[in-house]
């Protein structure tokens, strides 16, 4: 419409990793006037600034991506392949882009994700399909997504994507915290009566869960290359086993998270690939998919 | 551009729903206003039409009452002429009459003619004495110059002409 032009549209992209992370941008014939990102704790919240948004401007368009096992990518369109792969086709929704290559994913996934939220979402994305549109080189080339809790890789074979893989890092630390919080909880509202004797106790307790909880991030931090590393070695293997001979000719790691820089080094060291870090945005990355598809 | 999202976004309001109440109201205003300008430029269109005929009315009333003032005029003129014959007419009625009674009984009078300063009378009398007697002096009396001329008769009797002026001829003839 003529008039749409005119008009202030509002695109919000947000994602869970670790807490809730969202961008807000104001685009205006296309071209984006102002942009703020805002980070939540709780689910709650981020629900109930994007329903404020929403209310203060009709024209507003919510993107998000799925961080989920059940999706993945496909070097044809057709059922033939999805079948060959043991891909249960009846439960997944295809996205065929170009007639050539498709992204998938879970249709209980996606419903899940979509019924999560208490505010509508107008556009979902596959990660693989933020990764496809970021990938400027697509000869034999490995692109390495990294968030604080998820990995995701995508492989190309000559200029098409072929091989997709998705890991979710720090799952069982992430139980382990919310069971120990949990008992936590049980024993204040257990022991209700003695908190004021045991006060002590307790802030010694939360002190010491702190202090453990410090130590794990750091192991993590400094794990989260070794985990790079050792999937980029696993999915390789993978690549080249099940889906092509062609070699890899070079890693491009999109980070969102501020990985060491010395990871390229050491994957270099390791498997003997050229290997490169790009600093990404990914809340830009799928506004920018929505803004354009609107 | 690729579709990438395997959902696609609902079709959304341009305006909130405050503005679009706001909109209606303003575009009603607008229509209103707009019928009202083109309801006036109407009234105006049709009130310049009927000023001109009423104009024209104006002008062919001005020429009909100027013709009916110069009928009134030429009526009061002929009524003003009128009532003088009619009174002139009254006038000579009652000199007829007059006239009729100074005649005495012996004389016939045949025809008289009377003008506006003059009185002759044509008639026969037995004798001039009874014209001289009974006629002439209440004629003298009544105007200025008396002349008569007797004609005889074959049975001995006189015809006669009588001119009576209110101002004698010479006078008449100076002025």
Same mark, same amino acid.
């Given at each position: 419409?003529?008039?749409?032009?005119?008009?202030?549209?509002?695109?919000?992209?947000?994602?869970?990793?670790?807490?809730?992370?969202?961008?807000?941008?104001?685009?205006?014939?296309?071209?984006?006037?102002?942009?703020?990102?805002?980070?939540?704790?709780?689910?709650?919240?981020?629900?109930?600034?994007?329903?404020?948004?929403?209310?203060?401007?009709?024209?507003?368009?919510?993107?998000?991506?799925?961080?989920?096992?059940?999706?993945?990518?496909?070097?044809?369109?057709?059922?033939?392949?999805?079948?060959?792969?043991?891909?249960?086709?009846?439960?997944?929704?295809?996205?065929?882009?170009?007639?050539?290559?498709?992204?998938?994913?879970?249709?209980?996934?996606?419903?899940?994700?979509?019924?999560?939220?208490?505010?509508?979402?107008?556009?979902?994305?596959?990660?693989?399909?933020?990764?496809?549109?970021?990938?400027?080189?697509?000869?034999?080339?490995?692109?390495?997504?990294?968030?604080?809790?998820?990995?995701?890789?995508?492989?190309?074979?000559?200029?098409?994507?072929?091989?997709?893989?998705?890991?979710?890092?720090?799952?069982?630390?992430?139980?382990?915290?919310?069971?120990?919080?949990?008992?936590?909880?049980?024993?204040?509202?257990?022991?209700?009566?003695?908190?004021?004797?045991?006060?002590?106790?307790?802030?010694?307790?939360?002190?010491?869960?702190?202090?453990?909880?410090?130590?794990?991030?750091?192991?993590?931090?400094?794990?989260?290359?070794?985990?790079?590393?050792?999937?980029?070695?696993?999915?390789?293997?993978?690549?080249?086993?099940?889906?092509?001979?062609?070699?890899?000719?070079?890693?491009?790691?999109?980070?969102?998270?501020?990985?060491?820089?010395?990871?390229?080094?050491?994957?270099?060291?390791?498997?003997?690939?050229?290997?490169?870090?790009?600093?990404?945005?990914?809340?830009?990355?799928?506004?920018?998919?929505?803004?354009?598809?609107? | 551009?690729?579709?990438?999202?395997?959902?696609?976004?609902?079709?959304?309001?341009?305006?909130?729903?405050?503005?679009?109440?706001?909109?209606?109201?303003?575009?009603?205003?607008?229509?209103?206003?707009?019928?009202?300008?083109?309801?006036?430029?109407?009234?105006?269109?049709?009130?310049?039409?009927?000023?001109?005929?009423?104009?024209?009315?104006?002008?062919?009333?001005?020429?009909?009452?100027?013709?009916?003032?110069?009928?009134?005029?030429?009526?009061?003129?002929?009524?003003?002429?009128?009532?003088?014959?009619?009174?002139?007419?009254?006038?000579?009625?009652?000199? =007829?009459? &007059? *006239? @009729?009674? %100074?005649? #005495?009984?012996?004389?016939?009078? $045949? +025809?008289?003619?009377?003008?506006?300063? /003059? !009185?002759?009378?044509?008639?026969?009398?037995?004798?001039?004495? =009874?014209? &001289? *007697? @009974?006629? %002439?002096? #209440?004629?003298?009396?009544?105007? $200025? +110059?008396?002349?008569?001329?007797?004609? /005889? !008769?074959?049975?001995?009797?006189?015809?006669?002409?009588?001119?009576?002026?209110?101002?004698?001829?010479?006078?008449?003839?100076?002025?």
């Amino acid at each position: 419409m003529f008039l749409e032009r005119f008009i202030k549209k509002q695109f919000i992209s947000f994602y869970y990793d670790e807490n809730y992370k969202l961008l807000i941008e104001h685009v205006k014939n296309k071209k984006i006037i102002d942009s703020y990102e805002k980070e939540f704790e709780k689910k709650e919240d981020i629900e109930k600034f994007i329903k404020e948004k929403i209310n203060e401007t009709p024209q507003t368009y919510v993107s998000s991506v799925l961080l989920t096992m059940n999706q993945g990518v496909m070097d044809n369109c057709s059922k033939q392949k999805y079948l060959e792969k043991n891909i249960d086709y009846d439960n997944i929704k295809i996205l065929c882009i170009n007639n050539s290559y498709s992204f998938y994913a879970s249709v209980y996934d996606i419903s899940k994700f979509l019924k999560e939220y208490k505010f509508p979402i107008d556009f979902l994305y596959s990660i693989f399909a933020v990764i496809d549109s970021l990938a400027t080189e697509r000869k034999n080339r490995f692109y390495v997504l990294v968030l604080h809790n998820y990995i995701a890789i995508l492989g190309y074979e000559n200029y098409k994507p072929l091989f997709s893989d998705f890991l979710i890092l720090n799952e069982k630390d992430e139980t382990e915290i919310e069971e120990i919080e949990e008992i936590d909880d049980l024993e204040i509202f257990d022991d209700i009566e003695d908190i004021n004797e045991n006060i002590d106790e307790v802030s010694n307790d939360i002190e010491d869960i702190d202090e453990n909880l410090e130590e794990k991030l750091n192991t993590l931090t400094t794990d989260i290359e070794v985990n790079i590393l050792n999937h980029l070695k696993e999915s390789l293997k993978d690549y080249y086993d099940n889906y092509s001979s062609d070699f890899i000719e070079k890693i491009i790691i999109l980070d969102t998270v501020g990985i060491d820089i010395s990871v390229t080094t050491l994957i270099e060291d390791e498997i003997l690939i050229p290997t490169e870090i790009q600093q990404i945005n990914l809340l830009k990355s799928i506004n920018r998919l929505s803004i354009e598809s609107v | 551009m690729k579709a990438y999202s395997f959902i696609k976004p609902k079709k959304k309001p341009i305006f909130k729903e405050d503005t679009k109440l706001w909109l209606i109201f303003i575009t009603f205003s607008l229509i209103l206003y707009i019928f009202f300008a083109l309801f006036l430029a109407l009234k105006a269109y049709f009130f310049k039409q009927d000023s001109q005929k009423l104009l024209k009315e104006i002008e062919k009333l001005k020429k009909q009452t100027t013709e009916l003032t110069l009928q009134k005029e030429f009526i009061y003129t002929q009524k003003a002429i009128y009532e003088d014959i009619m009174i002139k007419n009254a006038l000579v009625k009652q000199q =007829i009459k &007059n *006239l @009729l009674d %100074l005649i #005495p009984d012996p004389i016939t009078l $045949e +025809k008289f003619y009377i003008d506006n300063d /003059k !009185l002759i009378i044509y008639g026969i009398t037995p004798t001039k004495d =009874i014209y &001289n *007697l @009974l006629m %002439l002096p #209440p004629l003298e009396s009544i105007f $200025e +110059k008396t002349t008569t001329y007797f004609y /005889k !008769l074959p049975n001995g009797w006189y015809k006669f002409k009588s001119e009576n002026y209110i101002k004698s001829e010479d006078e008449n003839q100076t002025k």
